[in-house]
C-alpha cells in the first residue's frame, strides 16, 4: 500500500465534510454557551503548538522539554509591544513577525549550546531553560519593571487587522459573530498553515535530514548531512510556531502572567505529541484535540457524575478530574505505547513482526 | 566570611537531601536508561506520610524520639511499597517501548500521585511536628541546629552504606552488571526484573528518608511539594553525571552549595539588580554551563557515539 497523503483523501467529498464541520462547529458550539467556543480555540491552539513541537521532537528528534519558553516568549513580545504597559499599540503585522524572530531568536540561543548534548540530557537543559525564562518573567519587575512581575500585563490589544477587530461581536455577511468565534476561524487558518508546513517539511529535503537525525545521527553526519545547522533549524523553526502561538494567545486572552507559562505546560504539549503519536501530524491533532479537550470535559462531567453516583460530592473534582487525566496518560501509553494513531511507515519495514520494528 | 561559612552549611544540608534525592534518580536511570519523574513525588508521600505519623503519636502522648522512629519506618515502607508498585505497574509492561512512551507514563504518574496527595491531605500546607530539640549550636560564628546536624550525618552515613551496598555485595554487582549489559548479564544468571525492582525499592527508600529530611528542616510540607525537589535532584543527578552513583552524590551537594551561596552574594554581585529571589535559576544556569563543556556531567563516563 503506498502511504498516501491523509489530507488527500480518495475523494474530495472527505475535505468537503471536514471543512463543513470546521466551520459549523463554532456556532454548534455557541448554542451551549461562548465558554465551549473558547475551549475549542484553546484546542486548536495546542494542535498550533503540538505542531511546533512535532518539528523539533517528531521529526528531528530532540527532546525538548521548555517548548512553552518560546510560546512564552511570544505571548510577552506581543504584550509588551500592544498594551498600555509600555503605551505601545503595534499593529499585528509588526508585532507576529517579531514576536516570531524574537521566540526563533531564543530557540537559536538555546540550541546553540545544547548541540553536544544527546537524548536525556537534552531534555533537562531544555527544561532548564524554560524554567529561567518563567523566573526571569516571574522577577523582572524591579529594579526596572518590563514584565510587571507575577502580576502580568492585562489590557493587552486584542488582534486587529485594519479597522476589523477580533474582539467583540461583529456581523459579517448579515451574520453575527462573537469575539471567541471570530478567534477560532483565525486559529483554524493558522492551525491549517501550520499543517502545511509540516506536511511540506515532513518530505522536503531538510525534513529527510531531521528524520535521518532522528533515526542515526552518525549515520546521518556520514551522508554529508550538516547536523549542526540542521538541528539549530529544527530548534528555531519549532521555536517561531511557539512564538507566533504565545502572540496569539496574548491577544486572544487579553492578559499574561508567567503562571501560564510553567513546566506542567510544556510537558503538556509534548505529552500530545507522543500521546497522539510521534511524527506522524494526524495523531498529533489527534492528541493535541484530546488533551485539550479532556480536563475540560471532566470539569463539567466529574462533579455531577459524584453527584448522580453518591448523592453527593465527595471528593474535590479539580483533584478528581486531574487524577483521571493522570489514569489516562498512564493506560494510553500502556496499550499504545507508539501512541493512538502512530505514523504507518514504522510498521513497514518489511518486518514479519511489526512488534519488533518499533524503535 | 560569617555569611560565606553560614551559607557553606546551609548549602551543605540542602545538598544532602538533593543528594539522596538525586540518588534515586540515579540509580533508575542507570540501570534502564528511565528518567522517573514520579520520583519527587515518592518524596513528597514519604513527607506527608511522616508528618500524619508522628503527628498522631506526638498527640498520644509518645515521646517524640520514638514517634520519630516509628514515623520513619512507616514512612520508608510505605515509599519502599510505593516504588516496587510504580515499577511493577507502570513500566515494566513499557520495558520494549519507544523511548518517550515511559516518559510520558512518568508524567502520568506523577500527576496522579500529587492528586492523590492532595485528595488524601488538602490543599492546605502540613506543619511538620517538633520531633526534634530546638538546640542552636555556634561554632566560630556559624550558627547551626540540631537538625541540620542530624541531616548531615544521617545523609553522609547513608550514602556510606549505599556506596557499600553497590560495591561490595552480590546484588550491588548485579545492579552494575544490569546497567553496563542488561543482556549480558542475564545470561550471567542476574534476573533482572528483580535488580530493577530492587534499585527501584532502595531509591524510594531514600526518598522517604529524604522528604522527612525536608519536613524537619523546613517544617513544613505541601502536596506540590516534590515537583521542584524533584527537578533539582534531576538537576543535580545530570550534573554530577546521571547514571553513576558518586556523581549524584557530589552533584547533589554541589547544587546545594551553589544554590546556597548564589543567594547570598547575588544581589552584591549584581549591585542589586538581581535578588535572592533568583536562586532557582542558578541550578539550571550551572547545569547549562556544566553540560555544555562536559556533556555527560561533571564525573559521567564519555560515552563513545553508539550506532
Known sequence: ?359 | MDIFLQQIVNGLVQGSIYALVALGYTMVYGIMGLINFAHGEVVMIGTLTAITVAGSLLAAGMPPALAGLAALIVATLLCMALGWGLERIAYRPLRNAPRLTPLITAIGMSIILQNLAMILWGRNYQTFPPLFPKVNFELAGVHFTAVQVIIVLLSAATMLSLTLLVYRTKLGMAMRATAQNPAVAGLMGVNSNRVISAAFVIGSALAALAGIMVGAYYEIAHYQMGFMLGLKAFTAAVLGGIGNLLGAMAGGILLGLIEALGAGYIGDLTGGFLGSHYQDIFAFMVLIVVLMFRPSGLFGEKTGDRA
Not at chain 1, 56 to 76: C, M, S, T
Not at chain 1, 83 to 110: E, K
Open chain 1, 1 to 359: 500500500m503506498s502511504i498516501k497523503n491523509w489530507l488527500l483523501p480518495r475523494s474530495t467529498v472527505g475535505i468537503g465534510l471536514i471543512a463543513i464541520a470546521l466551520i459549523a462547529l463554532p456556532f454548534a458550539l455557541a448554542t451551549g454557551g461562548q465558554a465551549w467556543v473558547r475551549i475549542a480555540n484553546f484546542a486548536i491552539l495546542y494542535v498550533f503548538l503540538a505542531l511546533g513541537l512535532n518539528i523539533v521532537v517528531g521529526l528531528a528528534g530532540l527532546l525538548d522539554l521548555g517548548y512553552i519558553a518560546f510560546y512564552a516568549v511570544g505571548a510577552y513580545t506581543w504584550a509588551l509591544l500592544a498594551s498600555p504597559h509600555f503605551g505601545l499599540h503595534l499593529p499585528v503585522w509588526a508585532i507576529l513577525p517579531i514576536g516570531a524572530a524574537c521566540a526563533c531568536v531564543a530557540g537559536v540561543l538555546l540550541g546553540s549550546p545544547t548541540l553536544k548534548l544527546r537524548g536525556d540530557y537534552l531534555a533537562i537543559v531544555t527544561l532548564g531553560f524554560g524554567e529561567i525564562v518563567r523566573i526571569f518573567m516571574n522577577n523582572l519587575n524591579a529594579p526596572i519593571n518590563i514584565t510587571n512581575g507575577a502580576q502580568g500585563i492585562t489590557l493587552i490589544d486584542p488582534v486587529k487587522i485594519g479597522d476589523f477587530s477580533f474582539a467583540g461581536n461583529s456581523t459579517i455577511f448579515g451574520l453575527t459573530l462573537s469575539g471567541p468565534q471570530k478567534y477560532y476561524f483565525l486559529l483554524v487558518a493558522l492551525a491549517l498553515l501550520v499543517i502545511v508546513v509540516n506536511l511540506r517539511l515532513q518530505n522536503s529535503r531538510i525534513g529527510r535530514a531531521w528524520q535521518a537525525i532522528r533515526e542515526d545521527e552518525i549515520a546521518a553526519k556520514a551522508v554529508g548531512i550538516n547536523t549542526r545547522n540542521v538541528k539549530l533549524l529544527a530548534f528555531a523553526m519549532g521555536a517561531s510556531f511557539g512564538g507566533i502561538a504565545g502572540g496569539v494567545f496574548a491577544a486572544m486572552q487579553g492578559f499574561v502572567s508567567p503562571e501560564s507559562f510553567s513546566l506542567i505546560e510544556s510537558v503538556m504539549i509534548l505529552a500530545m505529541v507522543v500521546l497522539g503519536g510521534m511524527g506522524h501530524i494526524p495523531g498529533v491533532i489527534l492528541g493535541a484535540v484530546l488533551l485539550a479537550i479532556l480536563p475540560e470535559a471532566l470539569r463539567y462531567g466529574v462533579a455531577p457524575l459524584q453527584q448522580l453516583l453518591f448523592g453527593k460530592v465527595l471528593v474535590d473534582p479539580e483533584s478528581l478530574r486531574m487524577l483521571i487525566f493522570g489514569l489516562a496518560l498512564v493506560l494510553v501509553m500502556r496499550f499504545k505505547p507508539a501512541g493512538l494513531w502512530p505514523a504507518p511507515e514504522r510498521k513497514a519495514h518489511g518486518n514479519p513482526n511489526p512488534e519488533e520494528g518499533r524503535a
